[in-house]
């Protein structure tokens, strides 16, 4: 979807507003390097900065996308990098790709933060279920042996996703991205060491289970994403998603906590931190 002259004014001003704040943010999940965000990608980051938005991770969805998020974070070393086959890519895949991922991870080790987008759709032709399962299986374990978290995609699988990593004994954690769903669904991930990617979802009062299970669960659970240029919040339905709108999904976050939005601000960032094994600053 191309970018409108009214697109990119909107979000320079959503960015001026939300960004007087002063809080520092982190947006987990950013595909900065598809088309939609890439033609002004300096734009895109000048806003989101203005926003607040201090870092950013591009999880990379299929193999011919590696090679360029790699150089991304060496354009700019806030722009964290994950290497993965996502499973809407998978029946363009084999497994010889995972053994090129295997070589990156290896020369590349410090520039990647974890493996992904990685994961199980099941909403997807019944015909790709297997090499999907093939995949992420094989993936998982080299981010366990590469000691890295994993960024997983979900839909109708989340049993699924939970059965591979016990089996697995997957103790490296990651974020279970786009997080919708109970208390009881989210802390079978959270007890297994992972975060909980919250995004535009909780911007939808219709999303009534996930918001009331934002509410409940600890603040350390969660960490704060767009999936731009995916994932419209409200209304911003059909235009590219922007990472400067990461500073609406907090203040639609800190309408849903008890917390002070300092605090909130102080956690999501640490949480991103620990998830991800960084330095804090």
């Given at each position: 979807?191309?970018?409108?002259?009214?697109?990119?004014?909107?979000?320079?001003?959503?960015?001026?507003?939300?960004?007087?704040?002063?809080?520092?943010?982190?947006?987990?999940?950013?595909?900065?390097?598809?088309?939609e965000l890439a033609i002004q990608q300096a734009l895109h980051w000048q806003q989101a900065q203005l926003a607040g938005v201090a870092a950013l991770v591009i999880p990379a969805v299929q193999q011919s996308a590696w090679q360029n998020?790699?150089?991304?974070?060496?354009?700019?070393?806030?722009?964290?990098?994950?290497?993965?086959?996502?499973?809407?890519?998978?029946?363009?895949?084999?497994?010889?790709?995972?053994?090129?991922?295997?070589?990156?991870?290896?020369?590349?080790?410090?520039?990647?933060?974890?493996?992904?987008?990685?994961?199980?759709?099941?909403?997807?032709?019944?015909?790709?279920?297997?090499?999907?399962?093939?995949?992420?299986?094989?993936?998982?374990?080299?981010?366990?042996?590469?000691?890295?978290?994993?960024?997983?995609?979900?839909?109708?699988?989340?049993?699924?996703?939970?059965?591979?990593?016990?089996?697995?004994?997957?103790?490296?954690?990651?974020?279970?991205?786009?997080?919708?769903?109970?208390?009881?669904?989210?802390?079978?991930?959270?007890?297994?060491?992972?975060?909980?990617?919250?995004?535009?979802?909780?911007?939808?009062?219709?999303?009534?289970?996930?918001?009331?299970?934002?509410?409940?669960?600890?603040?350390?659970?969660?960490?704060?994403?767009?999936?731009?240029?995916?994932?419209?919040?409200?209304?911003?339905?059909?235009?590219?998603?922007?990472?400067?709108?990461?500073?609406?999904?907090?203040?639609?976050?800190?309408?849903?906590?008890?917390?002070?939005?300092?605090?909130?601000?102080?956690?999501?960032?640490?949480?991103?931190?620990?998830?991800?094994?960084?330095?804090?600053?």
């Amino acid at each position: 979807m191309p970018l409108t002259d009214n697109t990119v004014l909107n979000d320079t001003a959503a960015a001026q507003n939300a960004g007087s704040s002063g809080f520092k943010l982190f947006d987990t999940h950013c595909h900065f390097d598809l088309p939609e965000l890439a033609i002004q990608q300096a734009l895109h980051w000048q806003q989101a900065q203005l926003a607040g938005v201090a870092a950013l991770v591009i999880p990379a969805v299929q193999q011919s996308a590696w090679q360029n998020v790699l150089q991304l974070h060496q354009q700019q070393p806030h722009w964290y990098v994950a290497l993965g086959i996502h499973p809407w890519w998978a029946a363009e895949h084999s497994l010889d790709a995972v053994v090129e991922l295997n070589k990156l991870l290896i020369a590349n080790d410090t520039a990647v933060v974890a493996v992904g987008e990685i994961g199980l759709d099941y909403a997807l032709a019944e015909n790709s279920f297997d090499i999907q399962q093939q995949l992420f299986v094989e993936q998982l374990a080299l981010a366990k042996q590469h000691h890295k978290p994993v960024i997983l995609h979900h839909r109708k699988s989340q049993p699924q996703l939970l059965a591979e990593l016990k089996r697995q004994q997957f103790n490296e954690g990651g974020i279970l991205h786009a997080f919708s769903g109970s208390q009881q669904q989210a802390m079978a991930f959270v007890d297994l060491g992972f975060k909980l990617g919250i995004g535009g979802t909780i911007t939808y009062e219709r999303a009534s289970k996930t918001r009331n299970t934002v509410q409940k669960l600890p603040l350390n659970c969660f960490v704060l994403e767009t999936d731009a240029p995916a994932m419209p919040l409200a209304g911003f339905q059909g235009e590219v998603n922007t990472p400067a709108q990461l500073a609406r999904v907090f203040s639609a976050l800190c309408q849903l906590r008890k917390e002070s939005p300092e605090v909130i601000a102080q956690q999501l960032w640490q949480n991103s931190s620990n998830v991800l094994r960084l330095r804090s600053s």
